[in-house]
Nanobody, 116 residues
């Protein structure tokens, strides 16, 4: 089993930046897929960004050029650097990793609020 703890959320003004972190309780060296998703109340959870063990990344069109995902296998951590934040980026952000013995795991989420 893998436990994930997200941090770094908070309140930021439009145009500001935040960096989210997700620390895994197990080594992520052999975990291929790591990603960030977000959910706005009343809407479905959506993909924000993913990164593979080999470093290949994928981004939602809405965040391309503004967000950057990275991973540090030595710290069992995946990051999401968010720049030029917009009000519509307000959401709960979730970390997702896997497969770990065939299972994908979710964190409990961290709230990002973009407001003036």
């Amino acid at each position: 089993q893998v436990q994930l703890v997200e941090s770094g959320g908070g309140l930021v003004q439009p145009g500001g930046s935040l960096r989210l972190s997700c620390v895994a309780s197990q080594s992520i060296f052999r975990i291929n897929d790591m990603g960030w998703y977000r959910r706005v109340p009343g809407k479905q959870r959506e993909l924000v960004a993913t990164i593979t063990r080999g470093g290949s990344t994928n981004y939602a069109d809405s965040v391309k050029g503004r967000f950057a995902i990275s991973r540090d296998n030595t710290k069992n951590t995946v990051y999401l650097q968010m720049n030029s934040l917009k009000i519509e980026d307000t959401a709960v952000y979730y970390c997702n990793v896997g497969p770990y013995y065939g299972t994908y795991y979710w964190g409990k989420g961290t709230l990002v609020t973009v407001s003036s």
